[in-house]
């Protein structure tokens, strides 16, 4: 089993004004999965990705990557963890202003033991010619194309994507799913996305359903459709 996910609990606030957010999520995702985390908004799937990646801590239960538990790990053996086996991609893009587009990309190369070679990312990406430029001189689907690149030259075992055509229109949006199945495909990545588009389950192996903190249902597609095909 790659990816164990045991038992997760996350509450915040004290008190009366306590909320459980995370009510007991048990979930396996194997190797190279692409895994859709779907369900409304308070549903847990944006907690659930940000504990998975160690940005968040869990009150109960634990992470496992390859039988590396995230809960036995101090704070710098937890930032490796982070840099070793994960990268990150966000509704906002979050580029350094004042870096190029092939800088903002090799910053994440800086994090990696095994980082893939950022021009070969930048022509996969479609961005290559515009290495040069500055974020302020891209489209939104051209900077969030940057932050893919910056997240995939880090060559991670599992990419996290929390809404990350969210501020994107239609056509740019299949775009960047088209991306994100190349990169699991070409560079054999898991794949773990919160959406709240039930479209986008269509394009997934496994399809992970939550409401009100807990998993409602979790399929495996036994037929796909690529992104390019999806409709909503």
Known sequence: MFLEISNIRKSYGEGESRTEVLKGIDLSIE???IC??????????????????????????????????????????????????????FQMYNLIPNLNIK?????????????????EILRTL??????????SQLSGGQ???TAIGRAIVKNPDILLCDEPTGALDYTTSKEILTLIEDVNRKYGSTIIMVTHNAAFADMADRVVKLRDGQIRKNTVNTVKKSAAELDW
């Open 31 to 33: 190797k190279g999965e």
């Open 143 to 145: 900077q969030q194309r």
């Open 36 to 89: 859709v985390l779907l369900g409304p908004s308070g549903s847990g799937k944006s907690t659930l990705l940000n504990i998975i990646g160690g940005i968040d801590g869990a009150d109960d239960g634990y992470i496992a990557i390859n039988g590396e538990k995230t809960a036995d790990m101090k704070e710098r053996a937890l930032t490796r963890y982070r840099r070793k086996h994960l990268g990150y991609i």
């Open 126 to 135: 479609g961005l290559y010619e515009h290495r040069h430029k500055l974020p």
């Open 103 to 119: 800088e903002n990309v090799e910053v994440g190369a800086y994090l990696s033991d095994k980082p893939l070679d950022t021009d």
